[in-house]
């Protein structure tokens, strides 16, 4: 990632972490005391608002000095982003917003004494945690499939260097061969993004190496925005999309990484490149902590993102049950804010208000082609329900795709900004 | 460090907001004296939906491609959002938007706008 070496860090830690070197409980303190664990984007979005209405200590704490967005890394797969302009910087959206910022990874929850306890052994108290840790892989469930495994046939669902692998294997394989997507069953990070990243690897592959193919391998027989991907596919890309659904091929159970090869209950199929999207589970913290149910992921009171099993702490992002709401940056930053404001009222007794929770993605069919979805949500029955649903329909002229894709830009640079405090 | 000086500003800004739907333009002049100096947020109903609002438009209004909302009034805001409510065009995304907020929170949401504490917020 960056070349920070661990003498870099301990001068980072000590000299902006004072909070680090006394350890210590929260309560009796003047102001009361907020820790966010990851600063991904529900755990950066929560940090940010909370610090801003200056009446909270916020503490961050996050390993990764810097967040690379998965949203658009489908973009810098097909050459069209570099990953430097889908990265920012934690420790500026800390010091902008003033947040202390702890880089490190926290290793244990204590719900009772209320503490959290960092990688280097020293603890840390709070008033309420915010637990954003995104999403971590159900290793076992494809057989083969393992950290290694992944450095050959790449997810590349947590962007950053494994978006550069899976880059690299695209750019220097050969024309005329497959490149295979995995896709995992309902429900995992961001529905529509393996076939945005079909349709963009089609658009690298149109230019560059057009013998060559995309296959999609799906644990499902239907998928979200289904009628649009395949309408955009037959428009831009005749004959190089192929999407081969569960009820066809059987799940994939195992992979086979010397031969490159995807291993489903019907059939063995051989990749020149391989991107394996495993199921997915709640980050391993919240598992630790107690916070997740028999499903892996995190319940939560719709109203207030605190979680159902452990009292004072919040869950925010990809980690929860979001009900209809889907895993995306969009959704994590909406329950962020949602989640802040309710932390607040709880602390100090600023005024409560019904949540607006709200989803609008802007999903790729080519550079020049993009569509969105706008979803609005409302708590009912300690569920998040769907109220309203619109999204783009086939056969729009070029012209409005054309208006989306433009918008798309401005939405990234706009979204990355609230989130991470306008700062890369 | 100008920890002090800064402070000082921003909580002026913060008393003039209080006062800010008389004197916005008051307003608007305290807050371009601390350019990149992030403003306390406050907590009002109109706050709480407004930070909705910044997940697309750039409170700077710098962003390209989803129209600024930093030079808009009030009145111009409760138009425009009842002529998204009553029409899935020009924009299905606002369109959601507007008939999610009842009127009380369109009024809301419209005055913390135009009251250009929106406009002055740095990111
Ligand atoms: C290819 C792709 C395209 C996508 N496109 C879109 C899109 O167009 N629009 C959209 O809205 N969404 C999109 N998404 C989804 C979006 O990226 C995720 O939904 C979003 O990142 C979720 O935010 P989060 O905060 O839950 O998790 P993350 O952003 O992953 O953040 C989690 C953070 O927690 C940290 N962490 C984990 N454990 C610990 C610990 N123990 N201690 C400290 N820190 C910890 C991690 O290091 C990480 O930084 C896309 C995803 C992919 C893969």
New interface residues.
């Given amino acids: 990632m960056t070349g920070w070496t661990r003498r870099q860090i301990g001068g980072l830690a000590a000299g902006a972490l004072v909070a680090t070197a006394a350890p210590h409980i929260a309560h009796g303190r003047g102001r009361p005391r907020v820790v966010v664990v990851g600063g991904g984007i529900g755990g950066a979005t929560v940090a940010r608002?909370l610090a801003?209405?200056?009446t909270i200590d916020v503490t961050l704490i996050e390993p990764n000095p810097t967040h690379v967005t998965c949203f658009f890394s489908n973009l810098y797969l097909a050459g069209l982003r570099s990953l430097d302009s889908l990265t920012f910087d934690l420790r500026s959206l800390a010091e902008?917003?003033r947040i202390t910022f702890i880089r490190m990874r926290a290793v244990a929850i204590d719900p009772t004494a209320r503490s959290v306890v960092l990688q280097d052994g020293a603890r840390l108290g709070f008033d309420r945690l915010v637990v954003a840790p995104g999403i971590a892989f159900k290793l076992g469930e494809i057989g083969g499939y393992d950290e290694a495994a992944a450095e050959i046939m790449p997810h590349a669902w947590v962007a950053g260097p494994q978006s550069e692998l899976l880059r690299r294997q695209l750019e220097s394989m050969e024309d005329g061969g497959v490149f295979v997507i995995a896709a995992p069953a309902n429900p995992f990070r961001c529905p529509p993004a393996p076939y945005e990243r079909a349709s963009l690897v089609a658009y690298y592959l149109k230019q560059f190496k057009p013998r060559s193919k995309v296959l999609i391998l799906d644990a499902k027989d239907r998928f979200s925005g289904q009628e649009l991907f395949q309408d955009a596919w037959s428009r831009h890309y005749p004959g190089m999309i192929e999407w081969l659904p569960v009820q066809f091929i059987g799940k994939t159970r195992a992979v086979d990484a010397a031969t490159r090869s995807v291993v489903t209950e019907g059939e063995t199929f051989k990749a020149a490149v391989a991107n394996v999207i495993p199921p997915q589970k709640a980050g391993s913290i919240a598992e630790r902590t107690g916070l997740t149910d028999a499903t892996g992921w995190c319940p939560v009171d719709p109203l207030t993102f605190e979680s159902t099993l452990q009292r004072g702490i919040h869950v925010v992002g990809d980690a929860i049950i979001g009900g209809d709401m889907p895993k995306s940056a969009?959704s994590a930053?909406?329950q962020a804010?949602a989640c802040c404001?309710a932390v607040?009222?709880a602390l100090t007794g600023?005024?409560r208000?019904p949540p607006?929770l709200?989803n609008?993605c802007y999903t790729f069919l080519a550079p020049d082609d993009a569509f969105?979805n706008?979803?609005?949500f409302a708590p009912k029955d300690g569920k998040i329900k769907t109220?309203?649903?619109?999204?783009?329909k086939v056969g729009e002229s070029a012209k409005v795709r054309r208006r989306l894709a433009?918008?798309?830009?401005?939405?990234y640079?706009?979204?990355t900004?609230?989130v991470f405090?306008?700062v890369s | 460090m100008t920890a002090e000086p800064v402070a000082a500003i921003v909580s002026l800004a913060r008393g003039i907001a209080a006062e800010s739907r008389y004197f916005p333009g008051a307003l608007l002049s305290a807050f371009l004296l601390v350019p990149?100096v992030?403003a306390?947020?406050?907590?009002?109903?109109g706050a709480?939906?407004a930070?909705?609002c910044?997940?697309?438009?750039?409170?700077?209004g710098r962003?390209?491609?989803?129209p600024p909302l930093t030079t808009l009034d009030e009145q111009t805001i409760v138009k425009r959002m009842r002529a998204f409510r009553a029409s899935?065009s020009p924009s299905?995304?606002m369109?959601?938007?507007a008939?999610?907020?009842g009127d009380d929170e369109l009024a809301a949401v419209a005055r913390y706008l135009a009251d250009s504490a929106y406009a002055g917020r740095?990111?």
């Fill in positions: 608002y801003d209405l200056e902008r917003h969009f930053n909406s804010k404001f607040a009222a600023s005024p208000f607006h709200f609008s969105t706008a979803i609005t109220v309203k649903m619109f999204i783009s433009h918008q798309a830009v401005g939405w640079s706009a979204f900004a609230d405090g306008g | 990149g992030s306390a947020a406050d907590t009002s109903q709480q939906i930070a909705t910044a997940s697309c438009h750039d409170p700077t962003g390209q491609g989803i899935e299905h995304v369109h959601a938007v008939l999610s907020l740095q990111p």
